[in-house]
């Protein structure tokens, strides 16, 4: 193996290399696209799922969504049809029966499935606005992004404050430019409220948008006479836990609760945000292994072309490597020299191909970077594939010479002294 | 220097036997300068590759400087070729992307000699061919006769014991032919073993000994009164 580190074999080999430059460029071709897709594809992939870790960062993802629907089946005395309307104990019942639950937080809502949305005043100005009334644990849910003031806190609940939060468009259509909106008071289904906080959207709310208004839960059972009703809860579940399972449960508990017939799957509406989740991270897990596979396979493909074309060269080269026999070469320094030429060229390719591959996902991530609907962050390949992938083309690189090295070896030198 | 015994060789080609070397019985001494001729298919290249180890015999002996040569690996016939040998071909065979002084360096770098030495070594054989201000040029932009120069400062280079030559001046014009054997005959001079094959009885007439092959046995082996090939050039 002392051969590899020694001056004279790399000149023998940049000598061939340079001296064949179209030959060169057009073996490393393969190898370089081969490496360059797969860095693009591997940073892609990790891009997509830094985007989406990006978007449900600050969620519960292993939560359910839950309201009361019509039953379905006439059950324990009652009629189809039978509207259900979850209750707030009814929390607190799931929080500590069920297994698996991390917290429980209920919701009430206007404007939002149907119903007239409130209208909300400020001196001259109106509009109408969905407003929820929320405990401030919706925020372990889904992630307010707070722009000025502050979200609800416990205090607003014990003491049924008229305060609001507001998101970014109610503040742009209510208030004037530059106008500071804390503090100052805005009237809510005709009562007034008082501005402690903006929010921005988020892109992952289901329902907020940035056209909502967020009041403590308690004001609003006040406000509306909702009494004890909720619109819906959602359920969070710790982060290991099976969510279809602990949906499951939930909604026995209910049906007991309920009166509601073990088969109606009717009575209540859900949307598991849970396995949703747990599919897109899936997707991108999938994708990810698809880039993984694609990239080597397409690895292999430039270096198999490398062998391919380096074959072609042997014998095209038949002549100077009986030469180099005549004048004392050993079968070992030949198949050495080659087999190095195919090693190098795909370390040369694979060189090339990660740099551009870099660079280009540099450009897609500048490119990307303003699209705020669009899951992608920072598109990295981490070290360990890049090693892998070099490793994949030492490899590859010296079996493939292999071939081409035997060939050389195998023609005797009178033969290829011969060949005119 | 060589020493060949009852040497036999034969191809086969299909189910055709053709049998080329039938029995060659031939001693060169250290310093000769020997020609082999015969017509094409007399044997005589196959005996030219069979004593640079480049082919093998089927049956009989060949020493070359007291070294046996016989079931040699490709390895050890590599070395021996480096060692003791030195080839010089009709159609010249110097690597075309290579320019002079790396051509002639070759051999050195398959000894294991160092850079600086080749370097100086190979300088030192081109300007014994008179080719030192061709150094740096590449085969392609050199004429035939300056082609084999090269060739010969190659096969000078590893400094072996003998000089085969096949046809060296197959692929030349008279004048350049003599300008050639006049090399050889100087480098002979110094007391060169150098063996030629050809079929100009005139280059022939350049040597000391001349060996006749005709079918695959030698039909007249004699020592002649060498020509000067100066007095041509």
Same mark, same amino acid.
């Given at each position: ?16 290399i ?13 190898v ?12 892609a ?9 990006n978007?449900f960062?600050g ?7 839950l ?14 049809n ?5 209750e ?10 069920i ?6 937080a ?20 109106s ?16 992630r ?41 008071y ?8 008082q ?24 004001t ?30 939930v909604?026995?508990?209910l ?21 949703m ?17 694609v ?6 493909a ?5 062998g391919n ?23 070992g ?14 370390l ?9 591959g ?8 500048s490119?990307?970077?303003n ?12 070290i ?17 010479g ?13 033969e ?5 | ?5 009852e040497?036999?060789?034969s ?26 001729m ?6 005589k290249?196959?005996l !030219?590759n ?5 082919? =093998? @015999? $089927?049956?009989?002996?060949?020493? &070359? #400087?007291n ?21 010089i ?20 770098y398959?000894?294991?000699i ?25 085969p392609?932009?050199l ?12 096969? !000078?280079a ?5 000089? =085969? @030559? $096949?046809?060296?001046?197959?692929? &030349? #014009? ?9 090399f050889?005959?100087?480098i ?46």
């Amino acid at each position: 193996m002392k051969f590899i580190f020694t001056r004279d074999t790399w000149q023998e080999i940049f000598g061939a290399i340079r001296k064949n430059k179209m030959r060169t460029a057009i073996t490393i071709i393969g190898v370089f696209w081969g490496i360059l897709l797969f860095i693009v594809l591997q940073g892609a992939a990790k891009g997509m799922e830094n985007g989406f870790d990006n978007a449900f960062k600050g969620m519960a993802t292993n939560s359910i969504f839950l309201w009361g629907q019509q039953t379905g089946m006439p059950h324990g005395g009652f009629n189809r049809n039978r509207s259900i309307r979850l209750e707030l104990s009814d929390t607190d019942r799931i929080a500590n029966q069920i297994e698996g639950v991390d917290f429980v937080a209920p919701r009430n809502a206007r404007g939002v499935f149907g119903g007239a949305a409130p209208l909300v005043v400020n001196d001259t100005k109106s509009g109408s606005y969905k407003v929820f009334g929320d405990y401030p644990i919706i925020d372990k849910i889904a992630r307010k992004k707070i722009r000025k003031g502050r979200f609800l806190n416990q205090k607003d609940i014990d003491e049924n404050r008229k305060i609001c939060v507001i998101g970014e468009r109610v503040l742009t259509e209510l208030f004037d430019k530059d106008e500071d909106p804390i503090g100052q008071y805005i009237k809510i289904s005709n009562v007034y409220f008082q501005v402690v906080g903006v929010y921005k959207e988020n892109t992952t709310d289901f329902f907020e948008g940035d056209d909502s208004v967020f009041i403590p839960f308690t004001t609003f059972k006040k406000v509306y006479n909702s009494g004890n009703r909720i619109s819906w809860m959602v359920i969070a579940g710790y982060p290991d836990e099976d969510i279809v399972q602990v949906e499951t449960k939930v909604k026995a508990l209910l049906k007991r609760r309920y009166s509601v017939h073990p088969d109606d799957e009717r009575a209540f509406g859900s949307a598991n945000f849970g396995e949703m989740f747990g599919k897109i991270t899936g997707f991108v897990k999938g994708l990810k292994f698809t880039a993984l596979v694609v990239g080597i396979a397409t690895i292999l493909a430039g270096v198999i072309a490398i062998g391919n074309i380096l074959l072609i060269t042997v014998k095209e080269r038949t002549k100077e490597i009986g030469i180099r026999r005549a004048l004392g070469a050993t079968p070992g320094e030949i198949r050495g020299q080659i087999i190095l030429e195919s090693v190098f060229l795909t370390l040369l390719a694979g060189t090339l191909g990660i740099t551009t591959g870099g660079v280009s996902l540099r450009l897609i991530n500048s490119i990307t970077q303003n699209l705020d609907d669009f899951p992608f962050l920072n598109p990295t390949v981490s070290i360990q594939y890049i090693g892998m992938a070099l490793l994949i083309m030492i490899t590859l690189g010296s079996l493939i010479g292999l071939i081409p090295a035997q060939r050389a070896v195998s023609v005797r030198p009178i033969e290829a002294l011969r060949e005119e | 220097m060589i020493q060949i015994d009852e040497l036999h060789k034969s191809y086969h080609m299909g189910s055709n036997e053709l049998h080329v070397l039938k029995g060659i019985n031939l001693d060169i001494k250290e310093g000769e300068f020997v020609s082999i001729m015969g017509s094409s298919g007399s044997g005589k290249s196959t005996l !030219l590759n069979i004593i640079g180890m480049l082919d =093998l @015999a $089927d049956k009989g002996s060949y020493v &070359l #400087d007291n070294v046996p040569i016989k079931n040699l690996s490709e390895k050890k016939a590599a070395v021996y070729r480096n060692k003791f040998l030195g080839f010089i071909f009709q159609s010249f065979n110097l690597i075309n992307y290579k320019n002079a002084a790396e051509n002639v360096a070759l051999p050195l770098y398959y000894q294991g000699i160092s850079r600086k030495i080749r370097k100086e070594k190979s300088l030192y054989y081109l300007e014994k061919v008179g080719l030192a201000d061709w150094a740096h040029h590449l085969p392609s932009e050199l004429s035939g006769g300056q082609k084999q120069r090269v060739a010969i400062a190659r096969a !000078l280079a590893s400094e072996p014991k003998v000089l =085969l @030559a $096949d046809e060296p001046t197959g692929a &030349l #014009d008279t004048k350049t032919s003599y300008e050639v054997m006049d090399f050889l005959q100087s480098i002979n001079d110094e007391g060169k073993t150098i063996l030629v094959v050809t079929h100009e009885p005139d280059i022939a007439d350049m040597t000391k000994r001349i060996v006749m092959l005709k079918d695959g046995r030698i039909l007249e082996d004699k020592k002649v009164e060498q020509i000067r090939a100066s007095q041509y050039v």
